[in-house]
């Protein structure tokens, strides 16, 4: 059971750290100052107000944070980690006793 939680809690925050590369979409110029990133539950924020988009909307994946001021959040971070996390395991166990009723095939 440690060996199935340590890897549910990898698969997490490997999960998580993937819902980066989403991007987001902007519809409007004052939403740039605050671009929100990351599933289910933001945990980064980044202010793109530097750029001049030619229309709206418009989309934005995570940039450098040299170069944009960028904001992260590690309680909602940690949030989304143990929703992924939980969701993977309870997944796990019941797939596990689904496995077990059917006679292991």
Same mark, same amino acid.
């Given at each position: ?14 999960? @998580? ?36 988009? $030619? ?16 904001? @992260?959040?590690? $309680?909602?971070?940690?949030?989304? @980690?143990?929703? @992924? ?21």
């Amino acid at each position: 059971m440690a060996r199935q939680i340590s890897v549910c809690l990898c698969l997490a925050v490997f999960v @998580v750290m993937a819902s980066l590369s989403v991007p987001t979409t902007v519809s409007a110029r004052a939403e740039m100052l605050k671009v929100p990133h990351g599933l289910p539950v933001t945990f980064v924020w980044q202010s793109v107000d530097k750029l001049d988009p $030619p229309s709206f909307p418009r989309s934005y994946g995570i940039m450098l944070p040299q170069e944009y001021p960028t904001w @992260v959040s590690f $309680p909602h971070f940690l949030l989304n @980690v143990a929703l @992924v996390g939980t969701i993977g395991f309870v997944t796990l166990r019941v797939l596990g006793r689904r496995k077990i009723a059917n006679g292991g095939r």
